[in-house]
């Protein structure tokens, strides 16, 4: 894969607007035949300049802090579920005024937050009808993530409460939650909902709204989709009425952006060739640190495995002074120099959402690709927007 259509000098971001609709388009798909409403999680990708693009299938989502619902309600819309692992007396009352859906994290958060919600569905009954639905999270212990950092299942978690504890439902109790999955596939939600039913079953049938949470990798090449929808018309099925929600950040804008890059340097040590380009994994590309993982890059050999010694195998540096950041390896069918571009693949969600500007390492530009071919530019970073942020 090779790019034919000039770019912008790099370090840059770009985003495909017709990879973006293509997403938009299976999630619709996956929506209407399954009757599951679909919101979207600013947590995997919050670059509101492309929303006008996702408001045209979307504009219901999901938000953990008052600056997530502010994104939405400025530029996505109104339908808003809100869910943290607590609250505060400070930011609360601002929930109430923009969520229509807010879930608790424990039977004490909503002890002590619920007679709020009453009050201002009261209030409001009279006035202009508008109103919060009361939920809260629970905890099916059922772990389908390998990877410790990305599971709320695991023992000890913060996250929700057990079937245990909860023996009897509050009072004013809408909607349960529950978030196990992380770019998982539909076999791994019904392995989920199979505990969540066997722990929490007779519940189902006394609450309005079940969310399913993120994770939910529906537009990944190879997604069960006739499964997904399988399952869920079963699970209504069961408990009739209930309405069920997820809320994907990753399925949103899964293969719809990349960063390109320069090579600066080649450097050779114990054996090891590493290219140093102009971004940083431990700056713009965090998760791969993080998770960790090997992102693909489109100038290399596919699939291919290095071998020890192997000419042309490469570990990528990036250009901060963080020991660790690198990764590697990948093999090329020629060798790399300086002011070689590369294209870092699939660098839309969970990406700039996570970048930071440790080092004061220059932060890429953000660009969208039209389906005509052409390029907007949506944002360029300065040196005041790195002195900016401790001003």
């Known amino acids: 894969m090779t790019e034919t259509l000039p770019l912008p000098p790099t370090p840059c971001y770009v985003v495909d607007e017709a990879r973006l609709r293509r997403n938009m388009r299976k999630l619709t798909d996956a929506s209407a035949r399954s009757g599951v409403k679909i919101i979207m999680a600013f947590k995997a990708n919050a670059l509101w300049k492309t929303f006008p693009i996702i408001a045209e299938y979307f504009t219901a989502s999901t938000a953990s802090s008052l600056n997530e619902m502010r994104l939405s309600l400025d530029y996505l819309g109104h339908d808003v579920h809100a869910y943290c692992p607590v609250y505060t007396e400070q930011t609360f009352p601002h929930f109430l005024e923009g969520c229509t859906h807010i879930t608790l994290n424990s039977v004490a958060q909503f002890e002590k937050y619920y007679p709020a919600i009453k009050a201002w569905n009261e209030e409001h009954a009279a006035t202009d009808g508008r109103r919060v639905s009361a939920g809260l999270r629970i905890n099916p212990h059922c772990s389908v993530i390998e990877t410790d950092i990305y599971n709320p299942s695991l023992p000890g978690s913060r996250f929700g409460v057990d079937a245990s504890d909860l023996t009897e439902l509050p009072d004013g109790l809408e909607g349960l939650h529950f978030h196990a999955l992380c770019e998982s596939t539909s076999y791994d939600l019904e392995k989920v909902l199979d505990a969540v039913e066997e722990q929490f ?25 006739d499964h997904f929808v399988e399952i869920t018309r079963r699970l209504r099925e069961r408990h009739p009425g209930l309405e069920l929600i997820i809320e994907p950040g990753s399925a949103f804008t899964w293969q719809t952006g990349d960063l390109h890059t320069t090579v600066l340097d080649v450097v050779e040590n114990a054996g090891v060739s590493t290219a140093i380009i102009d971004a940083s994994f431990a700056c713009h590309m965090p998760d791969c640190l993080e998770m960790p993982y090997k992102p693909g890059i489109a100038e290399a050999i596919p699939d291919s495995e290095p071998v020890e010694g192997e000419e042309w195998s490469y570990r990528l540096g990036g250009n901060s002074c963080l020991s660790g950041d690198y990764v590697g390896d990948w093999r ?25 500007m440790f080092n004061g390492i220059q932060h890429p530009s953000m660009w969208l690709r039209r389906e005509d071919g052409t390029l907007q530019l949506l944002r360029e970073f300065t040196y005041e927007d790195y002195r900016d942020r401790m001003d």
């Open 332 to 356: 090329f069918d020629r060798p790399l120099r300086p002011g070689d571009r590369l294209t870092l693949l699939d660098m839309n969600h969970y990406t700039t959402v996570k970048t930071n």
């Open 201 to 225: 079953g007779p519940m189902l049938d006394k609450v309005k709204w079940l969310n399913m949470g993120g994770g939910h990798l529906i537009t990944r090449e190879g997604y069960d989709v």
